[in-house]
Structure formats: structure tokens, C-alpha cells
């Protein structure tokens, strides 16, 4: 009877703690979401950006600390609060007449945040504001503003003046949104022509959450505008985007040497960026060669024995995959001409008769790269021997 009910408790034990060894062995580990690109071979940096973000104190779902907490699990370098103007769908329940309270609430959560926890200071959180309107001006945001309150009129020409006049940086957002194009084709009025001409607009998302416009990249590039990637995010990063397997938040590299909110400011107004999406780099040749140099190099190996069949390892640096299309001279061996490389990953390739390794090189096509509408970025990679 003893042995009976000591093998009834041990069977109990195990029921009990089986569940939990289950989940231990065979739950799938998270992957990376941090957005941590490489430095430049230039000597700039490529600074994670986030122009476009909402709270409760506009149309969104969560507090402003959520917002900063998300930002620094992404390894964003910079957010920015871009509150609706004049939508505000909680008004009834959060009452705030001052329309950058959003911004100043996120600042002082991330201020608690490196008191709390000793955090390193690596975030710059800068004040925004969304002017929200129909057609012919549509959805426009501005930031870097030092009042909010300011663009608060019933007159759109009224309120991007008035964002300009605090110098802020003002672009379009979302140009292809089908609630305000059925199209979904992007076009520009007459109003927003002459709003670009005047200089009163600088940019224009290309990328919008979990959209991207053709219509918009050729329109930024005939009109010198910037070119964008937001998350536009309203609920939570992790219910709009499967970090579970790798996507990650649509947002803007900026390239520029100083962290600073300046100097951010400055290169956002250069035109020196490139949005990223789903895994690919959108914006001009000079800058998405820039990043693509900086993240994808050749390391030359061993010649296979008794062959002129050289090993080489192509490393991929950047946290998004990289598709890529072999276009030279150089025959693989081992792999099709089509080359798949994972976040921070590389691939092994074996090149047929190489006769002089020191000057090997690869001619590609970014097939994840975009420098026009449905035209990819070509490059040439140099090999460097291993170390």
C-alpha cells in the first residue's frame, strides 16, 4: 500500500512538472529585434529613427511610457511623439489642452527609467505633432517642434506655417492611404505642389507602418523630398509586427556622425536617409550604398584542395536579411546565383577557378535594396582575406 501511494505521488509530481519541462525544451527562442546597424565606412552612423508614433492622448492604445519602452527594445535612437492635432477620440476621457503633454510624459518616463534602472542615456525623444486633414493637404506630420499648441487653427496653410516657423522638420504622411486615395495610387494637388515649391514640406513617407508607396518613392525623388519609413504605430509593436519571427518595426535610418538631436535634424533635412522595410532598404543610391557597403563584406578563405575552387564567406552585418543576386563572373559551385543571408549571418560560397584570390571581387544585385521604384541597388564587394 506504501509503494502504491508513493508511486501515485511521484506520477503526480511528474503530470505536474511536466508542463513546465515541455515549455522549457520546446518553446521557440525570440529572435533579435533590435534595430543596430553598423557604422558607416564613411565615419557616419546609421541612427534608428521613429518620425511617426501615437498614444492615448491622440488615437492610440497605450500610455506614452510604452512608447519609450518599446523604442529602447528596438535599440531606437530616436522617437519621435507625434500626436493628431485635432482627432483626439479620448479627449473625453483624458483631458489635455496642452498638446505636447504626450511628449513632456515621455520624457519624464524615460528620465525615471535611467534613474530606476541606471540606463545608459541613448535615446532622444523629440515633440511632434500630426496635422490631421482631408485632402488636398491630407495627413501631415511635423517635428522638432518647441510648441504644439501653436499649429492647433482651423486653417491647414495656418498650421504648417506655423510649424515652419518653429523650423521643424514637416513631411507627408501615408500619401497612398486608400481612406483618402480608393486608388490607393498617390498623387499630388495642386496645394501640396505649391506647399513643396515654397518649401514648406521636406519629406514624405515612403513606408508607412506596413505599407510602401511606389507613387510616393518617385514623387520624393522628382521633388528632392526625403525619403521616410514609420511605424505609425497605435497599439503595441509587438501586436503589429511577428517579432517572434524576426520582422521588425518599419522605421528611418538617419546617417549622420553626431548623436545629436541637431545633427539628426540636420541630415533628416539633407536627405540623408533610407527607410527600412520588412528586411529591405528604400531610399537613393547614394545612401542605400552607403548602408549596403557598410553591412555586407567578402572574407576570401582556402582554395579547395588541389583546385582553383576558392572558399569565400559572405557576412551580412546588418540586423535584416539580405537577398542578393550574383550578376559577374564569378561562378558558384555550392550555391545558385540567388543568395539568401540572415540578420547578422553569413553564407559559405565556393568560386570556381579564381586564379588570384588578393583580387577577388563580386558584382551584385541588392535584390532587398531599392533606389527607384522597382530598380535594385548594384554593387561590387571586395575580398578581404581572413583573419
Not at 507625434?82 to 476621457?93: F, G, I, K, S, V
Not at 564567406?313 to 537577398?323: C, F, G, Q, Y
Not at 531599392?370 to 548594384?378: C, V
Request: charged share 20%.
Amino acid at each position: 500500500m506504501k509503494n502504491l501511494l508513493a508511486l501515485a505521488v511521484s506520477v503526480f509530481a511528474l503530470a505536474i512538472a511536466a508542463p513546465s519541462i515541455g515549455h522549457e525544451n520546446h518553446a521557440p527562442k525570440p529572435a533579435p529585434r533590435a534595430l543596430d546597424f553598423p557604422a558607416l565606412k564613411d565615419g557616419r552612423s546609421a541612427f534608428a529613427v521613429d518620425l511617426h508614433t501615437h498614444s492615448v492622448f491622440s488615437d492610440g492604445h497605450v500610455w506614452p511610457s510604452i512608447r519609450v519602452e518599446e523604442a529602447q527594445r528596438d535599440a531606437l535612437d530616436v522617437l519621435a511623439v507625434t500626436e493628431h492635432l485635432e482627432y483626439q477620440p479620448h479627449a473625453a476621457d483624458i483631458p489635455h489642452p496642452d498638446r505636447n503633454r504626450s511628449f513632456v510624459v515621455a520624457q519624464e518616463e524615460y528620465r525615471r527609467r535611467i534613474e530606476r534602472n541606471g540606463a545608459p542615456d541613448n535615446l532622444v525623444i523629440i515633440n511632434g505633432a500630426e496635422i490631421t486633414r482631408q485632402l488636398p493637404y491630407g495627413h501631415i506630420n511635423a517635428t522638432f517642434l518647441t510648441d504644439a499648441n501653436a499649429l492647433l487653427t482651423p486653417d491647414a496653410e495656418a498650421a504648417i506655417a506655423a510649424a515652419n516657423a518653429q523650423k521643424a522638420f514637416v513631411f507627408f504622411n501615408h500619401q497612398a492611404w486608400p481612406a483618402q486615395r480608393p486608388s490607393g495610387v498617390a498623387e499630388l494637388t495642386p496645394e501640396q505642389k505649391s506647399l513643396i515649391a515654397r518649401k514648406q514640406i521636406h519629406g514624405a513617407e515612403v513606408v508607412n507602418g506596413d505599407t510602401f508607396s511606389e507613387d510616393v518613392f518617385q514623387f520624393s525623388i522628382d521633388n528632392n523630398l526625403t525619403i521616410l519609413g514609420t511605424s505609425d504605430i497605435h497599439g503595441l509593436i509587438d501586436w503589429d509586427y511577428n517579432l517572434a519571427q524576426g520582422e521588425q518595426r518599419s522605421i528611418t535610418l538617419v546617417l549622420t556622425k553626431d548623436f545629436t538631436a541637431d545633427a539628426i535634424k540636420a541630415a533628416l533635412f539633407a536627405g540623408d536617409t533610407v527607410a527600412v522595410f520588412r528586411d529591405q532598404l528604400v531610399g537613393l543610391e547614394r545612401n542605400v550604398k552607403a548602408v549596403a557597403e557598410s553591412t555586407l563584406r567578402l572574407e576570401i578563405g582556402d582554395y579547395q584542395r588541389n583546385s582553383t575552387v576558392l572558399n569565400v564567406t559572405l557576412h551580412n552585418d546588418a540586423p535584416i536579411d539580405a537577398l542578393l543576386r550574383n550578376i559577374g563572373g564569378a561562378g558558384l559551385q555550392n550555391q545558385s546565383d540567388v543568395l539568401a543571408i540572415p540578420a547578422h549571418g553569413s553564407i559559405n560560397l565556393q568560386v570556381r577557378n579564381v586564379a588570384a584570390p588578393e583580387g577577388f571581387t563580386m558584382e551584385l544585385d541588392m535584390l532587398s535594396a531599392w533606389i527607384a521604384p522597382r530598380k535594385n541597388l548594384r554593387l561590387t564587394l571586395f575580398g578581404a582575406p581572413a583573419k
